[in-house]
T-cell receptor, first 109, second 112 residues
Framework: RKEVEQDPGPFNVPEGATVAFNCTYS??????FFWYRQDCRKEPKLLMS???SGNEDGRFTAQLNRASQYISLLIRDSKLSDSATYLC??????????FGRGTSLIVHP | NAGVTQTPKFQVLKTGQSMTLQCAQD?????MYWYRQDPGMGLRLIYY???????DKGEVPNGYNVSRLNKREFSLRLESAAPSQTSVYFC???????????FGSGTRLTVV
């Protein structure tokens, strides 16, 4: 099993839809979790941290399920501008983070 | 506030040539990182520097060397470039190991 796994997609959704991505991780000792967004041929940008209690930022909600070892990202009311690749990052308590390979989202009119 | 600045943005090298990728951050971050990103492989850590004066190997360090010149600057050197090093290279920084990273805009390197 890979350390961090994401469904590569693409997820094709219409504007206004709700879409959710999961990211599973294999090391139960993992301590910190993040979601990044990467536009085509651009650098990744931090979207949000993922806390044990879950967190929300506008239309975006991130959750952590330690028992099942996955994090999730929910996007409500999708916009065309949400089209991007979403990367999850898992850190085990060292300086070596592990990036997932990303989930591609395409929002169409 | 520039964040993380990488130079050059594009580079073509011949096999066997050497070059240094430069990275500087102006956020007073302690930690800096070099990643490479290849299609289908995701981001892989080459080297990192937890703090000024220290460097450590990441997942794919072979063929690379780094220098943490001061708190601001972290350079990546390819001593003898190989076609397998064709990739997009990203530098990143963070306040500490469990903080989110700020990435530079990347260097697209082609080795022919």
């Amino acid at each position: 099993r890979k350390e961090v796994e994401q469904d590569p997609g693409p997820f094709n959704v219409p504007e206004g839809a709700t879409v959710a991505f999961n990211c599973t991780y294999s090391n139960s000792a993992s301590q910190s979790f993040f979601w990044y967004r990467q536009d085509c041929r651009k650098e990744p940008k931090l979207l949000m941290s993922v806390y044990s209690s879950g967190n929300e930022d506008g239309r975006f909600t991130a959750q952590l399920n330690r028992a099942s070892q996955y994090i999730s990202l929910l996007i409500r009311d999708s916009k065309l501008s949400d089209s991007a690749t979403y990367l999850c990052v898992v850190i085990k308590g060292s300086y070596i983070p592990t990036f997932g390979r990303g989930t591609s989202l395409i929002v169409h009119p | 506030n520039a964040g993380v600045t990488q130079t050059p943005k594009f580079q073509v090298l011949k096999t066997g040539q050497s070059m240094t990728l430069q990275c500087a951050q102006d956020m007073n971050h302690n930690s800096m990182y070099w990643y490479r990103q290849d299609p289908g492989m995701g981001l892989r850590l080459i080297y990192y520097s937890a703090s000024e004066g220290t460097t450590d190997k990441g997942e794919v360090p072979n063929g690379y060397n780094v220098s943490r010149l001061n708190k601001r600057e972290f350079s990546l050197r390819l001593e003898s470039a190989a076609p397998s090093q064709t990739s997009v290279y990203f530098c990143a920084s963070s306040e500490s190991w469990d903080d989110g990273y700020t990435f530079g805009s990347g260097t697209r390197l082609t080795v022919v």
